[in-house]
C-alpha cells in the first residue's frame, strides 16, 4: 500500500528513490530534536481529541474502501547527480473492506494494477510428476497488510496498540533503512495506516497516542504536503531521512507525508525533500474503479 522509506532500484537507466509519495518543492525543514517529546505527546494528544470527535466512515458489506491522493518520488539519474521531485500525480486506492476480493490501484500515466489478487503458483505431487497450476493462499490481515475490518478491529489503549504494531513489523526488511531500527518501523506503519486506511475514530486516536509513545518523535512548526496545504508536521529521523507526517494547523486533521534528507549526501543537500503525499479523498465504493459513494 505504501512505498518502503528509502527505497532505490534502477528502473529503465535511472536510479528511482521512494521513500514516500507528493510535488516538486523547496527543500523540507529538518528537525534534528527541537522541539523536545513533550511537545509531539502534546500535539498528538490534541490530535487524538479531534479524531475522536470525527464521524465514523460508513463502509457497508461488500463496498470498497476508496482512497485519492496526490503523490510523487524523487529520483536521481543512473549517472547520478542530485534527486529531483517530479510533479505530484494523482493515485486512487480501492481495497475489498473485508479482504475478500481483489482491490485496485490507478495512478496518473500508468496502467492499472490489480492488488491482493491470489498469485499463480505450481505445485508437484512428486518428482517427475507434471506440475498443477494452482494459487497462492492470501496472506491474512495484519497491520502491514490492513483490511477496513482489521483496522476496525484494532486495540484502542495505545500500549496494547503500539505493542502489536511492534509485533507485526519485527524483522521486516532488516537489510537496511528503517527495517534495522524497530521504533522506526512503528511509526512508519502508523503512518501508513493514517495515510492508506479509513479508521473509526476511536482507532485514529489510538493510532496518534501510539506514536507519542515512540521515542525521538518530535514536532515541527511548519510544512507543506504533496497539495500544498501549510501546517504543523509530526516527525522522526532515522538513517539520515525524516519521516513527517502533516496535520492541518487549526483542525489537526491528517493531511499528508513528507520525507526529506536529514544530512547531505549524493542524493542532495540535508533538507531535500525525497517524498511528499497528501490525501483528499477517503470514501466507500461499489466497487474497483468506481467513484465513492456521497
Known amino acids: 500500500l505504501a512505498v518502503p522509506v528509502a527505497a532505490c532500484a534502477v528502473v529503465a537507466g535511472a536510479v528511482v528513490v521512494a521513500p514516500g509519495e507528493g510535488p516538486a518543492g523547496p527543500p523540507g525543514r529538518v528537525s534534528a530534536g527541537q522541539p523536545g517529546p513533550s511537545d509531539a505527546v502534546r500535539f498528538l494528544s490534541g490530535a487524538a481529541l479531534a479524531a475522536a470527535a470525527a464521524p465514523a466512515p460508513e463502509v457497508r458489506p461488500g463496498e470498497y474502501v476508496y482512497v485519492k491522493s496526490l503523490v510523487a518520488y524523487a529520483g536521481r539519474d543512473a549517472a547520478g547527480g542530485p534527486a529531483v521531485l517530479p510533479p505530484a500525480r494523482a493515485r486512487e486506492v480501492w481495497l475489498s473492506a473485508d479482504g475478500s476480493r481483489p482491490g485496485l490501484l490507478r495512478e496518473a500515466g500508468a496502467a492499472d494494477t490489480p492488488l491482493g489478487s491470489p ?48 509485533e507485526q513489523t519485527r524483522g521486516a526488511g532488516e537489510s537496511g533503512g528503517s527495517g534495522s531500527d524497530a521504533d522506526q518501523r512503528a511509526f512508519t506503519a502508523i503512518g501508513t495506516l493514517l495515510a492508506e486506511t479509513w479508521a473509526p475514530p476511536e482507532v485514529t486516536a489510538a493510532l496518534y497516542r501510539a506514536a507519542a509513545l515512540i521515542p525521538g518523535v518530535t514536532v515541527l512548526p511548519s510544512a507543506t504536503d504533496a497539495a500544498g496545504r501549510g501546517g504543523v508536521a509530526v516527525a522522526r529521523t532515522a538513517h539520515g531521512e525524516q519521516t513527517q507526517w502533516v496535520f492541518d494547523r487549526t483542525t489537526s486533521a491528517f493531511l499528508g507525508e513528507r520525507t526529506v534528507l536529514a544530512e547531505s549526501t549524493q542524493a542532495g543537500r540535508a533538507g531535500t525533500v525525497l517524498g511528499v503525499s497528501a490525501v483528499l479523498v477517503k470514501g466507500a465504493a461499489s466497487a474497483p474503479g468506481e467513484p465513492p459513494r456521497a
Open 119 to 166: 498469485g499463480p503458483v505450481y505445485e508437484l505431487d512428486g518428482p517427475g510428476a507434471e506440475p498443477r497450476k494452482s494459487t497462492l493462499g492470501a496472506e491474512p490481515p495484519s497491520v502491514t497488510r490492513p483490511t477496513h475490518a482489521y483496522v476496525a478491529a484494532l486495540p484502542t489503549e495505545p500500549e496494547a496498540l503500539l505493542r502489536l504494531v511492534r
